[in-house]
């Protein structure tokens, strides 16, 4: 049998009227391994964000742009993916116009790391890309984003006074005894008479001006209501029309007028709504769990643990929890148990009692399906007035909406705060993360299934500026470190009773050290760390003050990048605490690596191409 020759593809070749058609023609190959259109286009467009990319910078290139004729042999180094990183991170502004967001981002450089591998794997190529990454993409909508510190405190500095009007329900009014019966006035013409009539007045505190009393409103209330709050509704108007006029006219509302009192009509949505965001916000449990919880849902000491638990249901869960399943009816929902500590499970009793309290009237009132649900409330509106339901979606999201108009709540950038339910999830997950808590015990507080999920719950957006902010701090003391060394070069350490200012020491792992004796205050608070004992940790030195980065480090310092990298990929970013680790590790690299943040293009391409040529023993044993 005779075969043919191979057959070899010739790259097309570059013009002036077309200087990137290898570009076009490298995308335009990977883009047709795959059969989706989708995904097709998703590398069209990343081949168009690419050529802007070498537009605006000429790839970096030192030549004339007369001469920037795009070639993948020459033009696809090393460095290739850190240049473009290094472009999107001066350029992609929030503001600016020409600003694509993070997801857009990801998904143009995802392309563009793929279809340089894929160069490199067909042989267009022989440089070996060295990885790089820009961080994740985030939701930058704030929708259901975790709120800062000064939204939180901004909506609770306003809820907290309905909470605690909603509270005082419970406490039987107490009669004043204070007015007169306002129907029994002498009428002295065009003279407001102090004490008398619906329209009684009083001077003000500073003594400047006349202003209505609501004494005689309160006789009234005490005597003839027998303080039995009544609504501003037709009926009413016949025996009591001078009472609920005078309150619309002179006291801004019944309703006004009652919460002066701490009265109500009803147990209604604005009643209910204050201890709801209470409960959320102290549980973080979704909407739709809220909305299902029974009556009886929590559990001083649950039958298996003996431990104080909330129950709740989670329509969306796909079963995983067999314990649940056992309990309840797995066709219509699964049951889950929030385990909570001794403290906080008091605090979120308290809320509940309080809210079954305030709701207890209406059960016998509520429809045979709604009886056993814990947020009942009386319609006020004037669709259906004074019906028993169950809390539903809407009646939240517009009671929420009114609170953040009527007292201008506004988020970090001074527009309307988007002040929901769903934020407070995220946000009491991103607390927990703050305050240290394991992350086995924060997937278990969320009733999650997967790690995966719980991590996609941790607010990225609320991070950013803290973990840009110490990203910066800590390649700000890299680059120092290794401009001193460079000015004022130190030998290196012969031995261990070297003096730590006079000389460098040489690390069990890819860089020099300071003062191996001062670690960071981590490895300090370790159990098997003892005062004066020279640092081991050094997957913490990238992390440490102490750190120098010479050139001599570099191969090794890439080797390790990859290391990290390929971990990562393979699932270390599961690991909870190794995963955080490598992760800001790795970013840290990414910065090294970027050209002329630390170190020149030609000092980190020649670094990879060590890297890549020479095998080195295992940096990490936990990754090993």
Known sequence: MQFDEPFEVKLPEPTEENPFIQVDWIFKEKASTYIVSSTRSTYFSASEFYKKFLIQTNNYNPLPESESLFYLEKDWDRLALQKVKRWVESTNIPGSNDYLTSSTI??????????????????????????????????????????????????????????????????????????????????????????????????????????????????????????????????????????????????????????????????????????????????????????????????????????????????????????????FDEKSYEKDHLRLGQKQSQIIAGTIDTILALTEPLVEMAN????????????????????????????????????????????????????????????????????????????????????????????????????????????????????????????????????????????TSFSFCKNPYDPPDKVKGAKNYFEGDSCTYFNMCLQCKNILITEMNLPKLAAYRNEIARALKNGAEDMPRQGELYKKNLSILDEIFTPDKIFSEAILSRAAKVADDIEFDVLDSFIY
């Open 106 to 327: 990801a998904g143009h450089f995802s392309a563009i790391r793929l279809t340089m591998i894929y160069a490199y794997e067909c042989g267009y190529t022989e440089n070996l890309i060295v990885p790089a990454s820009l961080p994740k993409a985030v939701r930058e909508t704030k929708i259901r984003a975790a709120f800062t510190t000064e939204e939180y405190d901004s909506i609770f500095k306003v809820i907290s006074p309905l909470i605690k009007f909603s509270k005082g329900l419970l406490t039987p009014y107490k009669r004043t005894g204070i007015g007169k019966d306002p129907r029994i006035r002498e009428i002295i013409a065009r003279k407001k008479i102090l004490g008398q009539g619906w329209a009684c007045w009083k001077k003000s505190d500073d003594g400047t001006k006349m202003i209505p009393s609501d004494e005689n409103m309160r006789w009234y209330f005490e005597n003839i209501l027998n303080c039995q709050p009544i609504p501003s509704i037709k009926r009413e108007y016949k025996e009591h029309e001078n009472f609920l006029y005078s309150a619309w006219r002179l006291h801004g509302g019944l309703n006004n007028l009652y919460k002066k009192w701490g009265v109500s009509t009803f147990i209604d949505q604005f009643i209910l709504m204050p201890l709801i965001v209470k409960l959320v916000a102290e549980t973080g449990l979704n909407v739709e769990s809220v909305l299902s919880l029974r009556r009886d849902c929590f559990k001083e000491h649950h039958d298996l643990t003996h431990l104080p638990c909330l129950e709740y249901y989670k329509p969306r869960s796909k079963g995983e929890k067999v314990l649940v399943l056992e309990l």
């Open 368 to 507: 045979d399906e709604d009886k056993s649900f814990l947020l009942l409330y009386r319609r006020s509106g004037s669709t259906n007035f004074g019906d028993v339901t169950r809390m539903k979606k809407w009646v939240m999201r517009n009671w929420m909406q009114n609170i953040a108009e009527e007292y201008d709540l506004r988020d970090r950038d001074g527009e309307r705060l988007d002040f929901n339910l769903p934020r407070f999830r995220p946000t009491k997950i991103t607390e927990l993360v703050q305050k240290g808590h394991d992350i086995f015990s924060i997937m278990g507080i969320a009733g999650h299934s997967s790690i995966r999920t719980t991590m996609s719950y941790i607010d990225k957006l609320k991070f950013a500026e803290d973990f840009h902010r110490t990203m910066q701090r800590e390649l700000e003391n890299i680059k120092n470190n290794a401009y001193e060394q460079q000015n004022n070069p130190l030998p290196i350490a012969s031995n261990v009773k070297a003096e730590p200012g006079k000389f460098i020491f040489k690390s």
